[in-house]
Structures are given as C-alpha cells and as structure tokens.
C-alpha cells in the first residue's frame, strides 16, 4: 500500500499504521530541499526505515530527516523513537510539559504557538491540554490549501481524546480544541489523527456541542 497520501505544492505527507494499536506516523518531505519531518516514531522501526526510504522519490534533493516531533508521552507514540534517534541521529521535540516522561532527551521543548521552521516549510506546535499536559498538535499551512493538522490523540473522528472520565482534563482539552483548532482554522482544513483515518475540521464543528454535553 502507497504511503503517499498527500502530494502539495511544498510538500509531501506519508503515513503508515504501526502496531496492535495502529498509530498513525507521519512523515512530511520538502519538495525542494529534502528536509524531513517525522512525527510520532510510534512503532516498528524497520517500518519507519522503509517509510524513510519511500519517501526518496518526493524530492529534487536527498532526502533528510531533520527533526522526529512527538505529539505526546504515552508509551504507544514511542516505542521506536529511541532506535530512531540512534539510527538516524534527527533532533527531536516535543511538548515541554511532556517532555521528561519520553524515552529519549527532547532538544527543543515546544510551548503553544512555537514555529518550527526547517529547509522548505514550517510547523506550527499547538498546546492541547488535558489528554496529556504536554500534547501538541503539529499544524502545517498548505500555501496553496487547506491547513494540515496532525492531532496526535487530542482530537479524532467523532470526538476529543481520552481524558479517563476526569471532568476537569475534558473540559480542558475541549475548551483547547474549540479555541486553538476550531475557532483558529477554516472547515476545510485536513485532521491527521494518532490512531485512525482522517476527517476535518468541517465534518467535526457540527458535534462540538453535543461531545460538551456527553462528556467525552
């Protein structure tokens, strides 16, 4: 199966489903440099290699990963992220909040509304609290389209992530959601999530309300 699930003016994205819990890992190529972004080395790093590898074709120059980001500290987006780190040598982000619960030092500790900027395209890190106290969304602006949102486990299909039934840590996570993604990008734009397919944010407003009166 095609990894190529997105091909942009500026870039590429490829995915790949990894593990029992099929976590989404996200790979963003420049077009024109062949910087690499990889977010959430969740599993399988032979998988990830072969993604890597795939992924030689997407630009005018060698490819090279830049920066493996992590959405967030649970132990299913990072399994593979230390052998990563040792095979390929990337500098890694994430977080600040989650940052000392990953298996490997974090160099840069991203708060909310940092840019990462690298040869090609910049990502922007968007603090979702309550799933974790460090989660960040990564959000890509497509010169030419939608944004790209990749929401590790803070918003899905259907609803917010898991908040283990905590009032307080849902209605944070909520309330981030409503205000730093629906309320700050257009109904178009593209939801990238850590586990399943993808949605937008259009096809998601509509239940906002009704996911504030479940409670999850």
Not at 42 to 65: E, G, N, R, V, Y
Not at 103 to 121: C, N
């Amino acid at each position: 199966m095609d990894s190529l699930i997105h091909s942009l003016r500026d870039v590429t994205i490829r995915s790949i489903s990894v593990s029992e819990m099929n976590n989404n890992v996200y790979l963003v190529t420049s077009k024109s440099t062949g910087e690499q972004v990889l977010i959430d080395a969740a599993d399988d790093l032979p998988a990830i290699q072969q993604l890597l590898a795939d992924s030689a074709a997407d630009s005018a120059q060698p490819t090279k990963l830049a920066r493996i980001a992590t959405t967030h500290q649970h132990w299913d987006h990072v399994r593979a992220l230390a052998e990563l780190v040792e095979a390929t040598g990337a500098i890694t982000s994430a977080g600040a909040d989650d940052a000392d619960a990953l298996p490997v030092p974090v160099d840069i500790r991203l708060g909310h509304g940092d840019v990462e900027r690298f040869d090609g395209f910049e990502l922007t890190a968007v603090h979702l609290r309550g799933h974790t106290p460090g989660s960040i969304a990564f959000v890509y602006q497509d010169p030419d389209g939608p944004a790209h949102i990749f929401s590790g486990d803070s918003l899905f299909p259907g609803g917010v992530g898991n908040t283990q039934n905590d009032p307080a840590r849902f209605t944070s996570l909520l309330n981030d959601v409503t205000e730093r993604l629906f309320d700050a990008y257009p109904d178009d734009t593209v939801v990238h999530p850590g586990h399943g397919l993808p949605t937008t944010l259009g096809a998601e407003r509509p239940h906002l309300e009704e996911w504030r009166a479940r409670g999850w």
